[in-house]
């Protein structure tokens, strides 16, 4: 007699979404440091700052380095994210 098949395995949990989360880069000695933490770390400092967070690690590095010491009011547009519309569909967030 056969062994019935074992059972598939659980469908991955999918990743938790990214929130921005400010990261201190005046605590940040050189990029080697922005490159030790993880992308989705990265990715928050970027969102945060409300720069585009896309990209490989390295990149979002780069962009993270370049922007220490610079105002938020200051960051060159051409870094800025561009709005996203896709979110407002579910009607969560704002009233109105």
């Known amino acids: 007699p056969r062994k019935p098949h074992p059972p598939p395995p659980p469908p991955p949990a999918p990743a938790a979404p990214v929130e921005p989360l400010e990261l201190k880069l005046s605590k940040i000695g050189d990029i080697a440091e922005l490159e030790a933490m993880s992308l989705d770390r990265l990715k928050a400092a970027l969102m945060f700052l409300g720069v585009k967070c896309g990209g490989?690690?390295?990149?979002?590095a780069?962009?993270?380095?370049?922007?220490?010491g610079v105002k938020k009011e200051d960051i060159d547009p051409?870094?800025?994210?561009?709005p996203s519309k896709k979110r407002k569909r579910d009607g969560e967030g704002e009233g109105g």
């Open 56 to 60: 490989t690690l390295e990149q979002r």
């Open 78 to 82: 051409k870094l800025l994210a561009k």
């Open 62 to 68: 780069e962009r993270l380095w370049g922007l220490k």
